[in-house]
């Protein structure tokens, strides 16, 4: 499968969707870290403030390597989305700390990188699997495309064919 299908990260409704499921996950992770209601309310934004930046940081990189990784393999795709993920999951934790959300104490880096990993191969498995079922539809569309050409052409021939029927023998 070609990644120019697979990784459409520069259409909006893509980014729209990984930003929406960054965020509900986020929200989901901030209630077990809250134990009141009152700092979920603290929590969750600065975790959204920290997370988008390393989204962002995904789906441009993608968006500009879409033509560059698009003869690649899926394996390699699978690879380049998760590594890029890695960084991405590694960059939100930067921002923590920068920030002092987070002590920055080693397993938080493992988990932020196994994190921004896990959440990019999702992201991944589903622009493939978006990609594949919109395969049917693109090759049917491409299809049509190529009759409407055909289409004009028989007509041309076969009026050619008509005018010089008349031009050599009127009569028949």
């Known amino acids: ?8 990260a520069c259409h909006p409704g ?8 960054v965020a509900a996950l986020l929200a989901v992770l901030a209630l077990f870290a809250a134990p009141r209601a009152s700092e979920w309310l603290v929590i969750y934004p600065v975790w959204v403030a920290c997370a988008i930046p390393g989204l962002a940081l995904w789906l441009v990189v993608c968006c500009a390597a879409k033509r560059l990784l698009a003869r690649a393999s899926d394996l390699i795709q699978w690879t380049a989305g998760t590594g890029l993920g890695v960084i991405a999951g590694l960059l939100s934790m930067a921002m923590a700390a920068g920030l002092g959300v987070s002590g920055g104490a080693a397993g938080q880096w493992l988990a932020a990188a196994l994190s921004g990993g896990m959440l990019a191969a999702a ?18 569309a491409r299809l049509a495309e190529l009759q409407s050409r055909i289409r004009p052409h028989f007509l041309f021939n076969a009026l050619n064919s008509a005018i010089s029927l ?3 023998d009127p009569q028949r």
Do not use: I, N, S, Y
């Open 123 to 140: 992201l991944v498995g589903a622009l493939m699997w978006r990609a594949k079922a919109q395969m049917p539809a693109a090759t049917t």
């Open 14 to 21: 893509v980014v729209l969707r990984a930003v929406l499921a």
């Open 1 to 8: 499968m070609p990644l120019m299908a697979v990784f459409d």
């Open 166 to 168: 008349v031009r050599d």
